[in-house]
């Protein structure tokens, strides 16, 4: 995708576009008030007062049908410049425009545009008329509270873009289509994976099945990889009282994105929204030797966040979450050792799944920050330092993102980009003086004094949820063998005739254990082929006379035409060998 605001001429025709809007706007609906509309990496966006009126997506062909209008009327777009008074009283009537206008300077001087009988405050630059503006797209309308503060109006926001030819806005649309078909909220629903009801709750989904499968396959993927690294799995409670996260200095920093304290019996309860504290608990149980460490341990563990409505996804950002979690805990020249292993673990990770990382940050803190972090200058050098020359060891490019940092200590993490265009953060390992501190953790060193160790924060698969969207959206659901829910359809030509057989080959694969199913419904075979593709079933069999008489087997895989006829024990050897190779397509 094009980013519109890094292109000079983009970002001067798409400016130029909204305000074409406003003025197809202000013509429909003479008493709309204008806040702004700026540039954005996909093209543009007005927030508009309407009242009562409520803009639905039926109401943006209207709309574009006059902006074509404006089009066709070749319209000069002209600069005047204003004094504060002049402007002032020249948007009079409009309470947006007057406050950005009472924010400027006494002495600066403003700048409006105007096209035809529109005009509009504005520092430019702009095209020179209309008739440059003809490929151009309405997009979508949402509404958006004014200056973005829910406690203010809601405005109605208009999307579009604008493109200087229409092969670019076609390419540019097929995209955008693409990115719909790819949105793992549309294919987790066409593949039953997971739902959503308002009885159970925004950012709470349901795992079907399907979906199930798919999180427990993946579990048990990176478990495997972690025990032959020598972690030790735990199950910690999914909740704890409030202290704990007093003492962790979670309570300060992140008590209003938790869920409201439960009192029973005199205690009061949190549902946690990490599993650090339940980890230093873990550790501190029993007594350990410096020969002990490192040691590693590893949940699959669910958290409780409350995300604003607004900003719930799907499974991609949601209020309870899988996390795959590990604490390690190291003495001070384990550090880069260890650190260094995560880094690796996660290579490994991306290699498996052809994930291309967008970027590796190191997450820094800013030092003129007396709130949001730990307090404690020496440590801080040190830690941060030691991630650094960690990547730099590793040869890693990184960007270093101060302010970003957890409040006890510097962290790696690793952006990817997804395949509809959401940048997140996947993978992470944070470095820890503070919470070894805190919880008063110990281990005995050669000298027989105590010392405390270092922890290491690290989650591989960040959130097996989004994790798990991410995967939806760059595979469009077609998922590898070894991670589809169901490995082999078989249909039969004729129930009457090749029904039997084609269940003799069910219970044969499922003896293997193969995930199969048998589609037995009395409908035609066009139709169930398509189904079956529909579905992305990795391998569909088609069960005929050939098949049943030569005790064969005939197979399509998913997104070719090629039908392949295979002895049963050829096609077992098949199937396993590209389920054990753990890899994606």
Known sequence: MINVKENENLSILNHSCAHMLAQAVKRIYPNALFWVGPVIEEGFYYDIDLGDKVITEDDLETISKEMKKIVKEDKLIKRMELSKSEALAMFKNNPYKIELIENMND????????????????????????????????????????????KNKVLQRIYGICFETEEDLNKH??????????????????????????????GLPLWLPNGAYIFDTLERYIKDKELKLGYKHVYTPCMATSDLYKISGHWDHYKDDMFPVMEREGEEFVLRPMNCPHHMLVYKNELHSYKDLPIRIGELAHDFRFEASG?????????????????????????????????????DVYKDFNIKPDSFRLSLRDPMDKEKYF????????????????????????????????????????????AIGHELTLSTCQLDFLLPERFDLT?????????????????????????????LEVTKGAFPLWLSPVEVNIIPVNNNYHLEYASKLKQLLIDNN??????????????????????????????????????????????SEETITLNIDDFLGLLKEEENSKKMN
């Open 311 to 347: 900003a719930v996804c799907g499974i991609e950002r949601v209020r309870t979450f899988c996390q795959n979690d590990a604490h390690l805990f190291v003495t001070l020249k384990q550090i880069e050792e260890e650190f260094g292993k995560v880094v690796n673990l996660i290579l």
């Open 173 to 202: 649309l097929e995209e955008l289509e693409d990115r719909k078909n790819r949105d793992h909220r549309k294919i987790g629903k066409d593949l039953k994976i997971f739902m959503s009801h308002d009885l159970v709750g925004q």
């Open 107 to 150: 002495n600066e001087v403003i700048s409006a545009y105007t096209q035809g009988e529109f005009i509009d405050l504005c520092r430019g630059p702009h095209i020179k008329n209309t008739k440059l503006l003809k490929h151009f797209k309405l997009l979508k309308v949402s509404g958006a509270y004014y200056k973005g503060d829910s």
């Open 375 to 418: 307090q404690d200058d020496e440590m801080w050098e040190k830690a941060e330092n030691t991630l650094r020359k960690v990547l730099d060891d590793l040869g890693i490019e990184y960007n270093e993102a101060v302010g970003e940092a957890a409040f006890y200590g510097p962290k790696l993490d690793v952006q990817i980009k997804t």
């Open 514 to 559: 193969i995930r199969v199913e048998l589609d037995s419904r009395e409908e035609k075979l066009g139709y169930k082929m398509r189904e079956s593709w529909s579905k992305k079933i990795p391998y569909t069999l088609v069960i005929g006379d050939k098949e049943r008489d030569q005790n064969k087997i005939s197979y399509r895989k998913h997104g």
């Open 443 to 471: 281990y005995i060193d050669s000298d027989g004094s105590k010392k405390r160790p270092v922890v290491l924060h690290r989650a591989i698969l960040g959130s097996i949820d989004r994790f798990i969207a991410y995967l």
